[in-house]
């Protein structure tokens, strides 16, 4: 069998505008696909991020160390206003909620935090040492509990797949602040009114008619 001679693309030119239409159209299309991913705003990444997907809570539950690393502990800092936070970990123990649906994650949360006195405008360390419950739900499951039920846990929705204990604990955290830091000790100055003259006070006295 004679062998097929091989032809040029050039000697079809409707092959020709085909190919050239199809780099354009390709060429068109991913730029509008970078231009919309760019003008897309793009929501920041959580300064402390410790997800956990669901699928490793298991039927027993489970129990979590989480420590921010001195760069999360700055992003963080900056995020609630803090002149630095020198320690930031927690410890939390994960279960899933048979009523209601959702898991509970009940644990504590230790943290030193640099503060202004709102007296003094010295900066010192306001130590942190508290225990929380939070109630992580799908958005359908919001509000299923009975709400006359005191102590509730506060609620944090999640997208059914993984939960984020890291951006829940800085939340907490924000939470937990004082939000007028006072330096212990500190008091504010006691102003002096000077005393009234005795001629002051006949100044105001008032003579009769």
Known sequence: MPPIPCQRLSDHPECVRAVEEAAAAFRVGR??????KAATPQEPAPEFSRLLPVGQIGALGTERELTATPEERALI?????LEGLPMFSATVRVAQQKRGGGFLAEGRLRARARRVCVVSLDTFTEPTD????LRFVTEDKLSELDPTESELPDEVVYDGEAIDLGEALVEEYALALAPYPKKPGAKLPVIEEPEASPFAVLKNLKLPN
Not at 31 to 36: D, F, G, I
Request: glycine fraction near 6%; avoid cysteine; charged fraction near 15%.
């Open 130 to 133: 508290h225990t929380f419950s």
């Open 31 to 36: 730029y509008n696909q970078v231009m919309s």
């Open 77 to 81: 800092a900056k995020r609630l206003g």
